[in-house]
C-alpha cells in the first residue's frame, strides 16, 4: 500500500510540473507599437569578435611625419618670400629716396649759385648807391660844381643833380626786385635742403629696416636648410 501511495504521489508531481512548462507566456501590457524598428532584445547588433585592435602601421606614421617636415619647410620658404618682398619694397623706396636727394643736391646747387650771384649784386648795387647818395648832398654838389668850374653854379648844380639822379632811380629799382629774388631763393634753398634732411633719415630708418629684415630671413634659411626626411 505504502509503494502504491508513493508512486502515486510521484505521477501527480510529474504531471503539475509538465501543466507549468507547456502553459503559453502571456503577452506584455505595452507592447511596443514597431516591434520591427525599436530593437529591445538587441538583435540586430553585430556580433562581437575577440579580435584586439591593431596598432598603427609603422609605414603610415613615418609618411605623416614626412608630410609635417615638407609644411614646416613650406612654411619655411614662404615665411622668407615675404620678407624678400619687404626688402625689395623698403629698397624700392631708398631708391626712390636716393634720386629724390640727389636731384635735391643739384637744385641746391643752381638755387645757391643763382642766391650767391644775388646777393654779390646787391652789395655792389647798395656801394652805387651810397656812392650817388654822398655826391647829391648839399658838400658833394658843391665839390662836383667847383671841379666844372662852370659860370652859373646853380645851373651847373641841377644839371648834376638830375644826372645823379638819373643814375641812381635804376639801382633803387633793381635793388628792391634783388631784395625779393632773395628772399625767394633763400626759401627756396632752405625747403630743399630740409626734403634733402628728411630724405638722409629716411635712408638711415631703411637702412635699419634692412638689417631687421635680414636677420629673420638669415634664420629662415638656415632652417630651411635642413631638408625632410622624405624615406
Do not use: C, W
Not at 646787391?122 to 660844381?145: D, K, M, N, Y
Not at 626734403?195 to 636677420?215: F, G, S, T, Y
Amino acid at each position: 500500500m505504502m509503494l502504491i501511495f508513493l508512486g502515486t504521489v510521484v505521477l501527480s508531481g510529474t504531471q503539475t510540473l509538465n501543466a507549468q512548462t507547456t502553459k503559453t507566456q502571456r503577452p506584455t501590457k505595452n507592447q511596443p507599437q514597431y516591434p520591427s524598428i525599436i530593437d529591445l532584445e538587441n538583435k540586430g547588433a553585430p556580433p562581437k569578435t575577440g579580435t584586439a585592435e591593431q596598432p598603427p602601421d609603422a609605414g603610415s606614421t613615418n609618411v605623416q611625419t614626412a608630410l609635417v617636415r615638407a609644411v614646416e619647410s613650406l612654411t619655411s620658404e614662404v615665411r622668407t618670400l615675404v620678407h624678400e618682398m619687404r626688402a625689395l619694397n623698403v629698397r624700392q623706396q631708398a631708391q626712390l629716396d636716393l634720386l629724390r636727394l640727389t636731384r635735391g643736391d643739384l637744385r641746391i646747387d643752381s638755387y645757391d649759385r643763382e642766391l650767391r650771384s644775388t646777393i654779390d649784386r646787391l652789395a655792389q648795387i647798395e656801394r652805387e648807391e651810397q656812392t650817388l647818395r654822398a655826391a647829391l648832398t648839399p658838400e658833394g654838389l658843391a665839390a662836383q660844381v667847383s671841379r666844372v668850374g662852370s659860370i652859373d653854379k646853380d645851373e651847373t648844380t641841377r644839371v648834376i643833380k638830375r644826372d645823379l639822379e638819373a643814375r641812381l632811380a635804376p639801382l633803387v629799382s633793381e635793388k628792391e626786385r634783388l631784395r625779393v629774388r632773395k628772399t625767394e631763393l633763400e626759401g627756396v634753398v632752405l625747403g630743399f635742403r630740409d626734403a634733402n634732411d628728411k630724405a638722409e633719415r629716411r635712408l638711415e630708418l631703411v637702412d635699419d629696416a634692412l638689417r631687421q629684415l635680414a636677420a629673420p630671413a638669415a634664420t629662415d634659411e638656415r632652417k630651411a636648410g635642413r631638408k625632410p626626411d622624405l624615406d
